[in-house]
């Protein structure tokens, strides 16, 4: 939580996180991130650098990919968002437990969904999923941990395999 | 602070109506919310404009492709319009940030904001593009050129958004060029950026240049010397020593945490040779 | 035969990890907590005059803590306890550097808290700094080792001794954990225990350094890990300094407080590798034999000791490299300077001075027209060697299997290194080769004098709980204990439970650090399972029923083992004379670039390497270990710039810190060399620092046999290599 974003008045709004409706108040320029951690503890949404540089705060809002420390929640009323904590990623998350695409685990909660929202691109322009793909696709998410090969690896077999459903 | 969440084009334009020069606009929020963050920016205003369909939109008209400001990088990205018309526009889009970013960056606010370092301003300055900008009363058009007018300043007055871009439509002989030079190859800022576009007559003369360069000084820039030596005409084989007099007088760059100045002179002169004799043999 | 080592196991944390189910720092709630924040120097050097309050602002809605309040009266020293006792946990009069700590808030909010540190100003009379280590008076450690005649080789002239010098700079390095430094410690409770929790390395620093700062018993300090997001040496001392403000903060105001850095101020103010000079002088006789080596390495410790003497030590020790030579010649010295202190970081000095050896021996590879493979594989250490201190190499070299195996791999043997090779477009391709060992585990004596602890407990229902201070960082110690518990019991991974590294539970198995954990520690925990195993007694029913029955028939279930070192280890410390490690990893590199010539920025293309690590018990987790080790070598050598200005970092936002992202990774080809160690568990060496060593040196290499220019300063920029190209042809 940044004080500078939480001095406008409050305002009600409403939107949908992980297929459940929540109405709440906040300040109109309240991060998605701090909406998302603080006032649905849903903490699984991450905080590498509250900048927009790391990508482990990424969520999907309507589907697409963003990063959650970026967006004010005036801008997400109404949308759907995902989180790591969201349904449907069953697959992707075992793909990165058999590869060992998670090491201290910090930046797997952005890499899941940044994978979700790559392969569902994938499929919606017909793209066959490939290495070029999946590294260009993650190019936002910074891991210090693996070198991103097991991450790579791990997008990879979740889209091959089927990915998410 | 106050924040206006506008649903239309008109709710924007009154709420920027009492606009003060502390307000801004967010389109993406992808440059404010990280000014605000560091404490650089501290607005008494913030005029929403992130969720008005009336400016994200991409069309083909008689004037060229329109681009509405809102339109993000992503949108670009998937507009068959876009790729045909402003191939280079695309190719940039494609090197903001990463697919995070290009899904809420806008075109408007990678102009408006000025950045010296902005990847999509110096393909709109090649590409001749003109800015259209609306205020409660009234509408108005200029030159990308004269809408920059500084380090982080324009032209917009602050009761105006930009509404648009146009771009005019591509010449038959028209060749066109794009290089950004970051920090890595992706998520990066600039340490150079040039576009250009070479409009070749059926005697392969240059018959109108346009080049363009950020992070090269504290505005995105045109190289005018350049283009006029271009338009002279130079032969292929002095184009190096074209660029190596006419570029230095229009640039003025900066040693700056990224890169030096050195680098910026001596690496925006290399890639000039290198992006000119392509696009002229 | 073996169940569970060499074959991957589900890390036990990984669950929780892939399902944002895992609880790091900032995902705690503590009712009633305030959150704290740090008032900082603005200048490099000088004297603390006053902190100005505005009298405008209400401060009794705040905790404020200064060094005046802090101590004395209280008990505790305003001591930050590691190695010596000279950094303040909070500057009383002299600042040092920027960013100094001076004072501390808590608020019951941050609206508040930002208010309240807006509302106080240090006022500081500036005094000279000394940003300049060449030029630095004061000096941290000095460390000499010296083998055979140096001076010898070079006073005698002789056309068969080719003579080659090079001073090889590298400049510091973020470690860049994606998860930031934080804590939240509690007041003391009823009988005077203090907890703190937070996202650490070594939770058993932590305690000693609380203890010291509140003036309270070791064991009346408690400290718990949380899940943490990464460390590479990041999180081995400084977790101490937010650990000892985020108490005295909870001790001003009576309540939890937590102390989470942001990034930039993480960026800012945390310690990153030491910058290095290192200077070389070394002779070779015709065909490639290195006859002498004479080393002076300088590092910038900064403006506290905090770890440079033993960054120092290690960085000193692997100075001539994996190379055979009779006469050797280190000196080094680390000096104060008024830059933010510098600490540990993967590699922790060996990097620099691996850099340095790895550089001369291609510039002796190109002047002696040899190959630079060849060249390596005439000095190589092997088995019967011994080292610059004398050390007799006797178990797990496997230095001559390396060189093989990355031969097959990447080809660099029959590569033409440095053939001048016709270019077209605007790009250039080349590959180049590095060598190196690293030590495993502490320098010297360090583990006989550490004497880390594990013990085991058999539990009611017959599992069996492994309790050790050694903590997963995302390296996979929770995977590897388990593998090796199980193993080492005859039981399944589903009869370990792992106890959370928390003080008043685990015994201190020394710390988190030094490539030590799987060998060190993993090797005292195979023990304690075996007594334990031996006790309870092998037999057909399954294990949980034959320890239940042992813990009814009045068993002793539980078994504390300390570390022994293997016999025969001797180490002089006066001298650095002797067995600096009980056993080095040995690897080698090869990187591939393609380097823009119009721009000079270089694309790794391809990364292979082949390591032995004795035996890779989990072999992904190995792999692991060398992917991400890897590309933080290659990295910093070309890419992650870290400078100062006026000693301050001039890199601290994440926009402007750069790291690798996947497109900037190389595509990594990892082979596996296993000659067991003998003395370590199942045949494991340690790993962890070992993939820090000699990536840069590889990339440097491969941009030289690419562009021809000799780099010779980390990291190698488009900028510098601008500068190095156009100062060859103007």
Avoid at chain 2, 201 to 213: E, K, L, S, T
Wanted: charged share 25%; net charge neutral.
């Amino acid at each position: 939580m940044k004080p500078v974003f939480e001095e406008a008045a409050p305002v009600e709004l409403t939107l949908r996180v992980n297929g459940a409706t929540r109405t709440l108040r906040a300040p109109p320029l309240r991060r998605l991130l701090d909406v998302l951690r603080e006032d649905l503890a849903l903490t699984g949404t991450k905080e590498g650098c509250g900048e927009g540089e790391c990508g482990a705060c990424t969520v999907l809002v309507d589907g697409e990919a963003v990063l959650s420390c970026l967006v004010p929640v005036c801008q997400v009323s109404g949308t759907e968002v995902s989180t790591v904590e969201s349904t449907g990623l069953a697959s992707i998350q075992q793909s990165f437990l058999a590869e060992g695409g998670a090491q201290c685990g910090i930046c797997t909660p952005g890499m899941i969904v940044m994978t979700k929202a790559w392969i569902d691109a994938c499929r919606r322009d017909g793209v066959a999923p490939d290495e070029d793909g999946a590294r260009l696709a993650l190019a936002g998410n910074l891991c210090r941990c693996t070198g991103y090969g097991a991450i790579v690896a791990a997008a990879l077999a979740s889209a091959r395999g089927g990915g998410a459903p | 602070m106050k924040v206006v969440t506008a649903r239309t084009l008109d709710e924007a334009l009154a709420a920027l109506a009492r606009a003060t020069s502390e307000s801004r606009l967010m389109a993406g929020g992808t440059d404010l919310i990280v000014e605000m963050e560091s404490g650089r920016t501290r607005p008494d205003l913030v005029v929403d404009v992130g969720r008005v369909a009336a400016l994200r939109w991409i069309r083909v008209t008689a004037d060229g492709l329109e681009v509405g400001a809102g339109t993000t990088c992503t949108d670009l990205l998937r507009s068959v319009d876009a790729l045909r018309e402003a191939d280079i526009l695309v190719q940039a889009a494609r090197e903001v940030g990463a697919v995070q970013i290009q899904n809420r960056a806008t075109v408007g606010g990678n102009l408006g904001t000025a950045s010296p370092a902005a990847d999509l301003t110096p393909v709109l300055f090649a590409l001749d593009a003109r800015v259209r900008l609306r205020s409660a009363g009234a509408a108005r058009e200029l030159a990308v050129d004269d809408f920059v007018t500084g380090y982080r300043s324009t032209a917009r007055r602050i009761d105006e958004l930009i509404e648009a871009i146009v771009i005019p439509p591509r010449a038959p002989g028209e060749r066109r060029a794009f290089r950004k030079v970051g920090t890595r190859r992706a998520q990066s800022i600039s340490k150079v950026v040039v576009a250009l576009t070479l409009d070749l007559g059926p005697d392969r003369r240059v018959r109108r240049a346009r080049i363009a360069a950020g992070s090269v000084a504290e505005r995105t820039v045109r190289l005018s010397h350049l283009e006029a030596a271009l338009e002279r005409g130079v032969a292929v084989n002095a184009i190096a020593a074209a660029v190596a007099r006419h570029v230095a007088s229009d640039v003025r760059p900066r040693d700056d945490v990224r890169s030096t100045a050195v680098y910026r002179s001596a690496v925006l002169e290399r890639l000039l040779v290198r992006m000119l004799s392509e696009t002229l043999s | 035969m073996q169940r569970f080592i060499g074959r991957d196991q589900v890390r036990p944390d990984g669950p929780a990890k892939v399902s944002g189910r895992a609880v790091y720092v900032a995902d705690l709630r503590v009712p009633g907590a305030w959150v704290g924040g740090t008032v900082r120097s603005d200048v490099a050097r000088g004297v603390l005059l006053r902190l100005e309050r505005d009298p405008a602002f209400d401060w009794s809605r705040v905790a404020f803590v200064t060094a005046a309040d802090a101590f004395g009266a209280q008990g505790g020293d305003n001591v930050q306890a590691l190695i010596v006792d000279d950094q303040p946990v909070l500057a009383e009069r002299d600042v040092n550097h920027w960013g100094e700590p001076l004072a501390l808030v808590a608020a019951p909010d941050r609206a508040t808290l930002e208010a309240a540190l807006a509302a106080v100003k240090p006022v500081i009379e500036p005094q000279p700094a000394q940003f300049d280590p060449e030029l630095a008076t004061v000096v941290f450690k000095t460390i000499r080792i010296v083998k055979g005649d140096v001076d010898g080789v070079f006073r005698v002239p002789s056309s068969r001794v080719h003579v080659f010098e090079g001073t090889y700079r590298t400049d510091s390095q973020e470690q860049l954990y994606i998860e930031p430094q934080g804590c939240i410690a509690w007041p003391a409770d009823a009988d005077g225990s203090v907890t703190v929790k937070g996202s650490l390395q070594c939770p058993h620093y932590v305690r000693k350094a609380l203890a010291r700062c509140l003036g309270i018993a070791q064991e009346k300090a408690r400290v718990v890990q949380m899940e943490t997001g990464g460390g590479f040496g990041g999180k081995e001392e400084y977790p101490s300094v937010v650990a000892c403000h985020a108490a005295l903060l909870a001790r001003a105001c009576g309540r939890p407080v937590s102390l989470l850095y942001e990034r930039h101020e993480d960026l800012a103010v945390t310690p990153k590798r030491h910058p290095g000079r290192v200077r070389i002088r070394a002779a070779f006789a015709t065909r490639g034999e290195l006859l002498a080596l004479d080393v002076d390495v300088l590092f910038d410790g900064g403006a506290y000791t905090t770890l440079s003497p033993v960054v120092l030590s290690r960085g000193c020790l692997h100075a001539s490299g994996p190379y055979r030579c009779a006469n050797v010649r280190v000196h080094g010295r680390v000096v104060a300077t008024n830059h933010v202190p510098y600490g540990a970081f993967r590699g922790f000095g060996a990097p620099q001075t691996c850099f340095a050896i790895e550089r001369l021996m291609d510039r002796a590879a190109r002047e002696l027209e040899i190959h630079p493979f060849a060249l390596r594989r005439i000095n190589a250490l092997v088995a019967g060697d011994t080292t610059a201190t004398g050390q007799l190499l006797e178990h797990s070299v496997g230095s001559m299997q390396v060189l093989d195996a990355i031969a097959r791999s990447s080809g660099i043997d029959r590569h033409a290194w440095c053939v001048p090779r016709a270019t077209t477009g605007s790009k250039a391709r080349g590959l180049g080769l590095s060598f190196f060992f690293h030590g495993a585990g502490f320098t010297g004596s360090g583990e006989e004098m550490l004497k880390g602890r594990v013990r085991v407990d058999l539990l009611a229902d017959g599992r069996v709980e492994v309790l050790a201070g050694s903590t997963e960082i995302g390296q996979g110690t929770n995977a590897l204990f388990t593998a090796i518990a199980a193993e080492a019991l005859g039981v399944e991974t589903a009869d370990i439970v792992l106890a959370t590294p928390d003080t008043a539970r685990v015994p201190d198995s020394g710390p988190t650090v030094a490539s030590r954990t799987c060998m060190v520690v993993g090797g005292v925990l195979a023990r304690a399972c075996r007594i334990l195993r031996e006790r309870v007694g092998d037999g057909p029913e399954p294990w949980r029923e034959r320890a239940r029955r042992f813990l009814a028939q009045g068993g002793d279930g539980t078994a504390t083992v300390t570390y022994e070192s293997p016999p025969g280890l001797a180490w002089d410390d006066t001298r650095y004379q002797g067995d600096a490690y009980p056993v080095f990893g040995w690897a080698a590199d090869v990187a591939e670039v393609e380097v823009d010539l119009d721009t000079c920025e270089v694309q790794v293309l391809r990364f292979w390497t082949a390591v032995d690590v004795g035996r890779a018990l989990q072999p992904k987790l190995v792999d692991g270990q060398i992917q991400g080790g890897s590309l933080q070598a290659v990295g910093w050598a070309h890419r992650e710039v870290v400078t100062t200005r006026a000693g301050r970092f001039e890199q601290d936002r994440l926009a402007t810190c750069i790291i690798p992202t996947t497109l900037d990774a190389p595509r990594f080809d990892v082979t596996l060399v296993e000659v067991p160690y003998p003395h370590g568990p199942f045949g494991a060496k340690g790993v962890g620092e070992l993939p820090m060593d000699g990536g840069a040196p590889a990339v440097l290499s491969a941009i030289e046999d690419a562009i021809g220019v000799h780099a010779d300063h980390l990291p190698a920029t488009p900028e510098r290599l601008l500068a190095l190209l156009e100062a060859r042809c103007p």
